[in-house]
Each structure stands twice: as C-alpha cells, then as structure tokens.
C-alpha cells in the first residue's frame, strides 16, 4: 500500500477523516470559515461510494412531508448556486444541471400514485428555483415528448419534475479540492486508524494529530471506526453498481433523467449515459460483478430502446453509507464532544452533501445548527439500541 509523504501539521482546528463528498464539502467550508484544516485519506481522493458515474439529484416524493423533506428541498434548492460559486472559483466545470426526471407511468393504480405527488409538489415546493427557473411537476398521457425519442413509448403516461437535477460526481470531487487546496492539506494514502473519546487520531504510520475537532465523514467506514467510541454500529455499507455508456448517437443529449422501478439512466454532458443502480446489503467484496452489468444494461435498454447497441465505456461499484436510522447522521458523539460524525447519506448524499457539511462546521465551531432531530447521533444511537439486530 502507498504511504504519503506529506508533512501534516499536528494541531490543525479540524482534521477531517476521508475525501469524498462529504469529507471535501466540509474541508471547503472550514476553509471558508477561516479554520485550519487537514483531511486524511486512507486512499485517493473520491476512491470511495462519491467517486462513482451516476449523480442524480432527486427529491423525496411530495407526501407526508416532514423536517427530514425539508432538509433535502432546501439542500437541493441551495446546490445550484453553490455549484456555481465552486466553478466560478475553479474553472471547473461539475457537469451540474437541473434537467427534470421522467417517470414513465405504466399503470392506472400507479397513476393515481403520481397523481398524489405532483398534487404535494404543488403544495410542499416553490414555484421557482433560487435562479427563478420554474419548479413544476406535470403529468402528460399518451405519447411522450418527441424531444425524448429514446423512451419505450407504451406507457400509460410519464410524470415529469423539473425539480431533480444531476452531476458529474468525480468532476465535483476534482472542483472541491481544487477550491481547497493549498489552505486546507489533503493527505491521500493515509488511514486513521483509531480516534480516542478526547479527539486524538492516530494514524498508521504512528502519527498522532491533537485537532481542536475531528469530523468523521469516511463513508460506511466511519460506523467501524467509531465503534469503539461509541461501543455500538450505527449503521452499515450497501453495495451498489453502476455502469457508463456511450450510445450509438447523440439523440440522448439533454435528456432529463428517466427513472422506473430503481432504475436511472441519466445523460451527462460529455454525452456518456450513466446507468444504475443495483443495491446489496449482503456482500463479500466491493468488486464489479460483470453479469450485474449486463443486468443493468439489459433494463436500461429496456425503458430505452434508444441504448440498444451503446458500448460500455465503464462498470462501477461502490459501497454506500446506510445508517441504522436511515437517515442521514451529522453531529457530536455524545462522550467525545470533539468528535463529529457526517455520514449515512446513503442514496442521497450528492444533493446534500454541502447541508451536511454546514452542520458539521457549526457544531465544530459550537455555532447554532436546526437539523432534523433523527438526524442527531443520539437519536441513531436510541435506534440501534431499541431494534434487536444490535
Ligand atoms: C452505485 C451507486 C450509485 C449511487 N448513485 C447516487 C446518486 O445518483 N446520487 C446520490 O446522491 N448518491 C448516490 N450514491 C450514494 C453516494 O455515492 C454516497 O452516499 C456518497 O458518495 C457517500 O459519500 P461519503 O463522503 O459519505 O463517503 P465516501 O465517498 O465513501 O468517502 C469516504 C472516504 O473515507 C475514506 N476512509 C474510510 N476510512 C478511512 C480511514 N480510517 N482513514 C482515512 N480515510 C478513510 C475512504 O477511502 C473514502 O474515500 C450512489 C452510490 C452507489 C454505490
């Protein structure tokens, strides 16, 4: 295994533990906070889940709508403009933009369903977004639009919001440590092994790093990593796979993104079309598994028939952060204060990643911080401990 090399400086105000999204949103935003910062890797920079082809961005259906919607609408909402400040300030392009879903609709019960959410969507989001573009959800029956003639046309009808959004997840990672460097020190090849209840992080090559705090955002690693502390496993990883096509021609370009029973297909701007994903909570390994592939491949073409014959430009896994809860976990440990945990965003960590991140600096810097209370680390440690499988 490569070790680094780099001088890290030992009493930084935060050391933030793994580089993918959440871990290079919080480094951005100490950094903008004026805080010292060092983030450590035990790999590269976006080796883990945040590193993958797919970058939907899609909000919770419109129904029961409770703090946790909240949190995701506004997370979504916020995105744009500040996808827009970190290209402004790079150079680099995320591949961000809000194109809409389409859900093709096949049958009368399900209609009735989506009838549901689009009425919710008139009542829980805005009308427009923080751009003044306009937010709708519309339901159209009969053929689709003949700008999507890629889409298998015997539905019943197809659902359309212009409120989801997708990204280019790696050129995201490459634009937030590009804005974070040289300030914030990023440390690749380099693990932590342990962290002690008082914030100590001591890492394999037996350095040890006193921060003023640590946020712990290593993916489905940080439930292992803080067992210890915390003497309970608020959660676990879920594997999932994704494959990256390159069609036979370009009539995908601006496709908003086509979603039917947990499968995506969504055209970047590079013209490559991301498909996915799969979801396996049993595994042995993080590897591809080229019949999954080809599964995926077989569906996708199936609601596209547009992709028929499309190359397989890339097969993708990687292993997602599911907390017990669910839902996502941001805050401090209970008997380790200084240690703040950030992560369990599972499905939906790229769209809220940034919110994530602004609470982990506020509680990092003893600043006020509204987040949804099943968020909080107590709440997921009451989880753990009231359901049997802990
Ligand atoms: C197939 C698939 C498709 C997905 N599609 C989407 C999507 O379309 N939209 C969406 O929003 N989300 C999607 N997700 C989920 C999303 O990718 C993850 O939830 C998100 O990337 C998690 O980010 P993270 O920063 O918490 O963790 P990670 O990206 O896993 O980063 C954790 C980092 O910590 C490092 N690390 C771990 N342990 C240590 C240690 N001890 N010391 C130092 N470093 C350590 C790892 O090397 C890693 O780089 C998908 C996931 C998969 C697998």
């Known amino acids: 295994m490569a070790t680094h090399t780099t001088s890290i400086p030992a009493t930084p105000d935060v050391v933030i533990i793994g580089a993918g999204v959440v871990g290079l949103w919080c480094a951005l935003k100490a950094k903008q906070q004026g805080l010292s910062a060092v983030v450590v890797d035990k790999g590269r920079i976006g080796q883990g889940a945040s590193g993958g082809v797919l ?55 399900f209609l009735a369903e989506h009838e549901q959410w689009q009425a919710g969507s008139t009542r829980f989001w805005p009308a427009v977004s923080r751009t003044g573009k306009p937010i709708s959800w519309e339901i159209m029956r009969g053929a689709p639009d003949p700008a999507w003639p890629t889409l298998k046309p015997a539905f019943v009808a197809y659902s359309f919001d212009t409120l989801s959004a997708r990204i280019n997840p ?33 890492l394999a090559d037996g350095t040890r790093l006193s921060p003023g705090r640590v946020i712990v955002a290593a993916g489905h690693e940080s439930f292992d990593l803080l067992q210890p502390v915390l003497h309970c496993s608020l959660g676990w990883g ?24 947990g499968i995506y ?42 992709l028929d014959g499309a190359a397989i430009v890339e097969q993708w896994a990687g292993i997602r952060p599911r907390a017990a809860g669910r839902d996502p976990l941001i805050g401090p440990l209970p008997d380790a204060s200084r240690v703040i945990l950030a992560s369990g965003g599972f499905k939906i960590t790229l769209g809220i990643a940034h919110r994530m991140a602004d609470a982990a ?22 989880n753990c401990r009231s359901s049997d499988r802990y």
């Not at 300030?89 to 009368?108: A, E, Q």
């Not at 995201?172 to 962290?195: D, G, R």
Request: charged share 20%; glycine share 6%; proline share 5%.
């Open 170 to 202: 790696r050129r995201l990672l490459s634009a937030l440590a590009s804005s974070v460097q040289p300030e914030v020190v990023v440390v690749e090849n380099c693990l932590a092994v342990t962290i002690s209840n008082d914030g100590e992080v001591l």
């Open 361 to 382: 600096l506020a509680f990092a810097m003893d600043a006020p911080c509204e987040l949804p209370d099943s968020f909080t680390v107590q709440q997921h440690i009451a």
């Open 265 to 306: 297909v969504i055209a970047h701007d590079d013209g490559l079309v991301a498909v996915g994903s799969t979801s396996q909570r049993a595994f042995t390994d993080g590897d591809v598994d080229e019949a999954v592939s080809q599964k995926l491949v077989q569906r996708a073409v199936e609601l596209c028939p547009g």
């Open 55 to 109: 970058g939907a961005l899609m909000p919770h259906r419109p129904v029961s709508w409770e703090d946790v919607q909240t949190f995701q609408l506004e997370a979504l909402l916020s995105l744009e403009t500040e996808i827009a400040d970190l290209e402004a300030v790079t150079g680099i392009s995320c591949g961000y933009s809000r194109c809409g879903r389409i859900m093709p609709v096949d049958s009368d019960a």
């Open 238 to 261: 879920v594997k999932g796979q994704a494959v990256l096509l390159r069609p036979k021609d370009r009539s995908f370009a601006n496709m908003p993104i086509i979603y039917s029973s």
